[in-house]
Each structure stands twice: as structure tokens, then as C-alpha cells.
């Protein structure tokens, strides 16, 4: 049985599936999070992007399972390496809802892993997810703090 995007299907990747993947990022991320002053990962639902095939003039959201992307965002705020200018992180784990199924990257054009509505994750993949998140992120800070120097 395919199943399409629809209301249950984005309220299972919103309740069960981000949440997953959050713990595992904000376990990765332990030894990063006390280098910044500040920080928050929350669920994020687009409720901006119209669906491209449908002409529906209904409210983007869950409740009428019409939503394009939710996702992963975190913010880091107030970093700052020694003698240099503090600066903060954004970065987002993209969850791009085609029709019959989802992809899932680091944003909406590049695509790590595509996965049918409704199909569970395992913890390896779950895992998969999380830690090539947390290497960009990483790489990201790295260079932000070469560039300073």
C-alpha cells in the first residue's frame, strides 16, 4: 500500500520521525553546543510553498496535509574563538513532501535519502542522518573560524 502525503503521513514525520532525529543531532552535538552562548533546534513547518501540481486555494498546513517541507532548523548563537569576532549558525535538515514520497537533505535541491510515507526508520539510518548532519555543521563552523583568523 503507497501511501501519499496527507495529514497523517506529515504528522507521522512531524511527531515521530524529526523527533528522532533531533535526539540523535543534540546527542552529536554535546560537545559543540557549550562552545556557543546559545542555542535552540526546533521543528519548522513550511506553510509558505504552494504545491506545484495542485491548484488548491485551501490554507497551507498539517491539518490539511497540503504542507511541502518541515524539517530540522538550529541555531547557534554567540560563538566566539579566542581574540576574534563572535559570530552565529543556522543550518536546517530539509524533509522535502513530494506525492508519494519524501527526500530528506541539508536543503530543498540536494537529496541524502528518499523514503516513503509512513515507512519507519531504523536506528542506523537514523543515525546516518544525524551524523552527516553534524559533519557539515561542523565543517561549516571550521571554516567560519579559519576565515576570522
Given at each position: 500500500m ?7 503521513a506529515i504528522l507521522?514525520?512531524?511527531?515521530k520521525i524529526l ?14 553546543t557549550p562552545?556557543f ?8 513547518v ?8 495542485g491548484?488548491s486555494e ?6 490539511n496535509?497540503n ?6 532548523r538550529l541555531r547557534?548563537n554567540?560563538f566566539q ?6 559570530f552565529?549558525?543556522s543550518k536546517?535538515l ?20 528518499e523514503k516513503?510515507?509512513?515507512?519507519s ?11 552527516r548532519?553534524?559533519?557539515d ?8 573560524v579559519q576565515n576570522?583568523?
Amino acid at each position: 500500500m503507497q501511501h501519499t502525503r496527507n495529514k497523517e503521513a506529515i504528522l507521522h514525520l512531524y511527531n515521530k520521525i524529526l523527533p528522532q532525529v533531533a535526539e540523535r543531532i543534540f546527542q552529536n552535538l554535546t560537545e559543540i553546543t557549550p562552545l556557543f552562548d546559545d542555542f535552540n533546534l526546533e521543528r519548522v513547518v513550511n506553510t509558505w510553498t504552494k504545491d506545484r501540481s495542485g491548484f488548491s486555494e485551501k490554507e497551507i498546513s498539517i491539518e490539511n496535509g497540503n504542507v511541502q517541507q518541515v524539517g530540522l532548523r538550529l541555531r547557534l548563537n554567540g560563538f566566539q574563538p579566542a581574540g576574534a569576532q563572535t559570530f552565529d549558525m543556522s543550518k536546517e535538515l530539509v524533509f522535502k513532501l513530494e506525492y508519494s514520497s519524501y527526500e530528506v537533505g541539508p536543503d530543498k535541491n540536494t537529496t541524502w535519502v528518499e523514503k516513503a510515507y509512513l515507512e519507519s526508520w531504523s536506528t542506523k539510518e537514523t543515525d546516518e542522518i544525524a551524523a552527516r548532519w553534524c559533519e557539515d555543521l561542523i565543517e561549516e563552523i571550521t571554516q567560519k573560524v579559519q576565515n576570522l583568523g
